[in-house]
């Protein structure tokens, strides 16, 4: 059983020799090291330990038989501690065990909200959901945003449990495309991409369903 990979930092000082530098670092406080920007990165979660590439905003995540396990998660993502380039692609596999569907990805987010209390599209960045609503509609939308215009939708392509899809994103400029098994699923052309601070990371998410993830591969987007 592996355990929830945590964001909170610690200040460690020897206890020897310190002088005046205690009393610098006691006045500076704790910081928590930045997020490095990723260029190419790839999980294959083949161990037991999510480890420190992760930051669980509370979804209590871990590894099964080399799969992330998301098990009734409840919008609370579990996010990479690298900040995604503006132009990029992504790939991953992903099955769930249950009839609901409800997978879900967050891109460009904020890498460390979680949204408990809404079923809706109210992440931080990017919201990638097949089969919500108890498998009835998949959505892109931009989060904490409704309407026309900040969201694309449809309705004729249920989950099938235990099915394996293959996932593969692309975003630039503002155009972020999405793709299952080589089909087009759905694209969107954001006028206002989000991006820059508070829209910089990527994370695995999803409702009250049994989901697993694998084989994510990040690079930079090359058409």
């Known amino acids: ?31 928590e090291k930045p997020d490095p920007v990723v260029t190419d990165f790839s999980e294959s979660f083949d161990r037991e330990e999510l480890g420190s590439d992760w930051r669980d905003s509370g979804g209590h995540y871990g590894i099964v038989n ?32 249950s009839p609901d569907g409800d997978i879900r990805v967050v891109l460009f987010g904020d890498g460390k909200s979680a949204n408990p209390d809404s079923p809706g599209c109210l992440s931080s960045g ?18 904490g945003e ?4 900040h969201q694309r939708v449809r309705t004729d392509w249920p989950v099938f449990p235990g099915m394996v899809y293959h996932f593969y994103i692309t975003r630039r400029g503002g155009l972020l495309s999405w793709y299952i098994g080589g089909h087009d699923m759905m694209a969107w052309e954001d006028p206002n991409p989000l991006t820059g601070p508070g829209h910089e990371a990527f994370g695995f998410d999803g409702g009250d369903s049994e989901v697993f993830f694998d084989n994510l591969v990040i690079a930079p987007y090359h058409p």
């Open 126 to 143: 990017y919201e990638l959901v097949f089969g919500g609503g108890k498998n009835k509609r998949s959505e892109l939308c931009r989060g």
């Open 1 to 31: 059983m592996t355990h929830p990979v945590r964001g909170t930092a610690r200040c460690t000082v020897p206890w020897v020799r310190l002088g005046l530098l205690a009393i610098t670092l006691a006045g500076s406080g704790c910081r």
């Open 66 to 97: 080399g799969e992330l396990a998301a098990r009734n998660v409840r919008h609370h993502p579990l996010w990479l501690r690298k900040k995604l380039m503006p132009d990029v692609s992504l790939e991953f596999d992903v099955r769930t065990t």
């Open 146 to 149: 409704k309407g026309a215009g």
